[in-house]
């Protein structure tokens, strides 16, 4: 596993897993509303770790935009995964889940760069840490 990689592994794909976070999760804003976090804690018997996802509605803005906001915010994530990772590995403990912008817009913020996200994107996995433990 790479260290700042995210493998496909690493990721959430199934329908099946996305109905199950989205009517069982826990939900954790950021504290600029940016971000939205929702996540589902199992047991793991192989070891646990993070699966990731990321979700734009359509309102939100067209498909550049979309497209755009999910690169930023999985690179966010992957270059600070580390700390929540080894976490969950050593609790042996499988983490899904999925982030999704909250308060941003096309028509509000046209131009968004990794960092305008990056504060917020940091301080949900601090939340998300002490919400785990």
Known sequence: MKRFGLSSNERIKSRKDFENIYSVGKTLFSFDKKIRLIYVVEKSDNGGGVKI???????????????????????????NKNEITEHCINNNILLKVVFSPYHLSAKKNKKIEQKDLLPGLLDILKKLKSALE
């Open 53 to 79: 996802a990321t979700a734009v509605n359509k309102k939100f803005g067209n498909a550049v935009w979309r497209n755009r906001i999910k690169r930023i915010l999985k690179s966010c994530f992957r270059l």
